[in-house]
Structures are given as structure tokens and as C-alpha cells.
């Protein structure tokens, strides 16, 4: 398993170890990931259950209830509205106590191979200031001549907001 670096190990791995393999995907502006490995399946969005002006919604997945998680109204509320994000996917992922958590998207997630060189640790300070807190790393990556920032996204600290 391929873990993110952190700020000791960022320079010893980053020139050999293979590509991170990540889950992709926009929330509003900001373009996200989520590490390959706590993803547990992506779907086609069921029925929600919550309250319209919540960001923490409720779904049932087989035999399982998942948590849902607007990540979107989260961090930009104030361009809410009713009708302003077509949720299409969930993206289900699962913490270290093996709750599932589901994330809303508009577009099919895209798997991308991140290489480790392009990967930084977020400053503390920054986290701890900021709704984007929900992310620990951040890659820049050059997907067709263009360049890409991607926010990795952090599960146990998305489920402790």
C-alpha cells in the first residue's frame, strides 16, 4: 500500500516509489482526491434522505446505511441553491472503523495515477484555518499540456467535521 508522504519522507520516496493511485473528482471550483485504497465502490446516486439545507444526509447501500457528506455545500454555501448541483454519483468510502461515508459528485470520478514528486504536505496552520482542512496534501499534475491542482482529501478528518 502506497501511503502519502509526509514531511520526512516526502524527498526519501518521491524519486522512486510508484504513482499514487487516486480517485478524482470536482466539488464545486476545487478539483479533489481521494486515495484508491479506502474507496469502496462508486455509484450511481440513490435516494437521499436529510434535510434540504444539511450538508449530512443519510443513504442505504445493500444491507448498509452510509453517511453522505456534501462536500459541496460544505464548503461553498452560499451558492446553494435547491437545483444548483446535480448529484449523479456517490463516491463511497470507508474510514479506519469501517464506516462507510458517501460523497456527492456531478461527474464519474476519473482514477489517475499521481506521481509521488507532485505530492506536498498542507501546512498545519492552513488546515487548521480553513474549510479546506478536510484535505492533508496537494498535487499538481499535468493531464493534457494543462496544469491540475488536486486537494487529497483526508477521511478520518472529513468524518470528524
Known amino acids: 500500500m502506497n501511503t502519502l508522504p509526509t514531511p520526512t519522507n516526502l524527498r526519501i520516496n518521491s524519486a522512486t516509489a510508484r504513482p499514487l493511485k487516486a480517485v478524482v473528482f470536482?466539488?464545486?471550483?476545487?478539483?479533489?482526491?481521494?486515495?484508491?485504497?479506502?474507496?469502496?465502490k462508486v455509484v450511481?446516486?440513490?435516494?437521499l434522505y436529510g434535510s434540504q439545507d444539511s450538508w449530512v444526509g443519510l443513504t442505504h447501500l445493500g444491507d448498509r446505511e452510509v453517511t453522505v457528506l456534501d462536500i459541496n455545500k460544505r464548503l461553498f454555501p452560499s451558492e446553494q441553491t435547491n437545483d444548483s448541483v446535480n448529484i449523479r454519483y456517490l463516491i463511497v468510502v470507508q474510514n479506519q472503523r469501517g464506516e462507510l461515508y458517501g460523497i456527492p459528485v456531478e461527474k464519474v470520478p476519473v482514477l489517475m495515477d499521481i506521481p509521488f514528486a507532485n505530492i506536498r504536505v498542507l501546512p498545519e496552520t492552513f488546515r487548521q484555518a480553513n474549510a479546506l482542512g478536510i484535505a492533508s496534501h496537494v498535487a499538481v499534475v499535468f493531464p493534457a499540456n494543462t496544469s491540475m491542482t488536486l486537494f487529497l482529501l483526508d477521511i478520518e478528518s472529513l468524518t470528524r467535521l
Open 44 to 47: 450511481t446516486s440513490p435516494q
Open 26 to 40: 470536482s466539488v464545486g471550483t476545487l478539483n479533489c482526491a481521494f486515495r484508491l485504497d479506502p474507496v469502496y
